[in-house]
């Protein structure tokens, strides 16, 4: 997405069902703005996406940011050098 912004602008209007290019053009600044290199989550954001859940699901009151914070993966992925792969296209 950060690397071809006329391919994602195209993608935004197609899926949005919105042609407005002015309107496109503000949520590609403002998701690559908040999109980290390395593709980890902050726990700002895990934290953020609890709450929503707790709107439709009580329960998930009891689940802290903490419980997905296993970042393993994303380890194995960068070592592979995969993401800086990603980077460079």
């Known amino acids: 997405m950060t690397t071809n912004k006329n391919e994602s602008?195209?993608?935004?209007?197609?899926?949005?069902?919105?042609?407005?290019?002015?309107v496109n053009a503000y949520l590609y600044d403002d998701i690559t703005s908040r999109i980290e290199k390395d593709l980890r989550p902050t726990r700002e954001a895990i934290q953020y996406m609890l709450d929503l859940i707790v709107l439709d699901l009580p329960q998930a009151q009891r689940v802290s940011d903490k419980d997905f914070w296993?970042?393993?993966?994303?380890?194995?992925?960068?070592?592979s050098g995969f993401i800086d792969q990603l980077q460079k296209n």
């Open 9 to 22: 602008l195209k993608t935004f209007a197609k899926y949005l069902q919105n042609s407005d290019p002015t």
């Open 70 to 79: 296993d970042l393993s993966l994303l380890d194995e992925i960068q070592k």
